[in-house]
């Protein structure tokens, strides 16, 4: 006797989702522990994907380059069919995709989570040789290849991916020079109170930065030379360049609405095509705290709106609060990040803004290796609430403590919440019981 199951009758909802970066296979996890009757389908240009945010780490080639690769098993594995094209056109109107080998792909729902690409900037000279991004295996292995046989090395543009690359360059033996137009690195994450101490770790470990500096032109006298010519008349001689000077999305899908900042999408990450979705880097987002539109490339953005974009496939209804942007890097013993807005950022938004600066100690005092802890609130003066934060300490527990700030930024937490929290103490792990990070940055703010 044969048996039909009931679902081989029921044609499976066919879900196509273009990129395979965190948000492309947070949706495919996502979908793969539904109990759904769903069929997914991933395409990606890139035979392998890189693990992007270890790509500065990946540089010396003291660990293999696999290691510096996300698996395809983690598409496959989760029930997804995978495909290695590009996609060339969507049609919207009869939901189909056509990559660039002449496939077809229909689908019930399409979810664009295509990424940003490397700003390549317009100088003369950049399509030159030794001159890399960094992005995508291909990137990693150029630069692998010619951090081993340079000697000098140019990184321009001094956000928080350049430095990460300076200082692994610098780790490796290189002569490094950061080339930063604005007035100081780290500019776009970083509290100025902080960004001093990181610059003059910097400069102590031999790293020359050049800030308010513009490259205006890229000169090869030889296959293995750069001559990098400056705005102030000034040129540097390297043996290469790596260009970090930011991304834009990846928008190019004809008839869906986008802005500079990205394809656009609703509260649902819907976009303005029937039943496409967009999240990751090449969507448009939204601030949490402002509601209004702004950048925020991380990968942790991209699975947060990759979450949303899979409930609502599922049925599920659900909104994206917005981004909060929490993000830390580490610079040599430091670690330093913030979430929410920068204190310039808020006034910018025209918040009525109150800051709190706290400087507290890692451990009770007398343990070995007390460091300082160096906290900044922000608060918005009308209602109370906490709208950012940047903390800067040695050793690597940054990242805890802007998760505490993005998580009270999440709940609303008010000044009066952050003063009645209740937290743990341990000589070893802590600071002494009257003493911590936050109560005392904010209690800085109440007395302004
Ligand atoms: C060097 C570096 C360090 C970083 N460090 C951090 C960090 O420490 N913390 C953090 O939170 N974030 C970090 N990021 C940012 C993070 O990597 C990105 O935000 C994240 O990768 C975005 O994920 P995504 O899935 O949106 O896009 P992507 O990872 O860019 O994936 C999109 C994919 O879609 C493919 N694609 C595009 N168009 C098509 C098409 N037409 N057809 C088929 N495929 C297509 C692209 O080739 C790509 O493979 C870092 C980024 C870089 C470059």
Redesign the pocket.
Known sequence: MKIHHRESKVKKRQVVI????????TIVHMLHTSDQNVSATL????RI?AN?????YGIPDEKPLEKFQIPNALVTDYGAALVI????RIDTINKSVY?AAGDRYPYDDLVL??????VIPPIPGVEGQNISA???ITDLSLLRQLASTGKRAVVVGGG??GI??AVVLKQMGLDVTVVEMLPTILMATTEPEFVGRVADELVEKGVHLLTNEKVVEFVHPSDDQVVVKLGSGASLDADFVVL?VG?AP?T?QAGIKTSRLGIGVDKHMRTDAKDVYA?????GKASLVTGQPTRG??????VFM?KTVAHNILGKKKTFPGVINA???AVYEWSLGSAGLTEQMARDAGIDVVTGYSEVLSKYPMMNQVDTIRTKLVFNRDNRKIVGGSVLRKGNCSAHNVDFISFAIQMGATMDDLMDYQYATHPELAAKPSDNIYVFATKNALTK
């Not at 999240?279 to 969507?283: E, F």
């Open positions: 273009i990129g395979g970066g965190p948000a492309g296979r395409i990606k240009d890139e994907n992007r945010c270890a790509v500065p094209d590009r996609v060339a990559t989570s295509t990424g940003s690409r490397p960094v992005r995508s928080y991916i990460e690359v970090s991304v990846n190019e999240c990751g880097d090449c969507a490339e991380f990968g942790t953005n991209a990759a993000n830390v890097t």
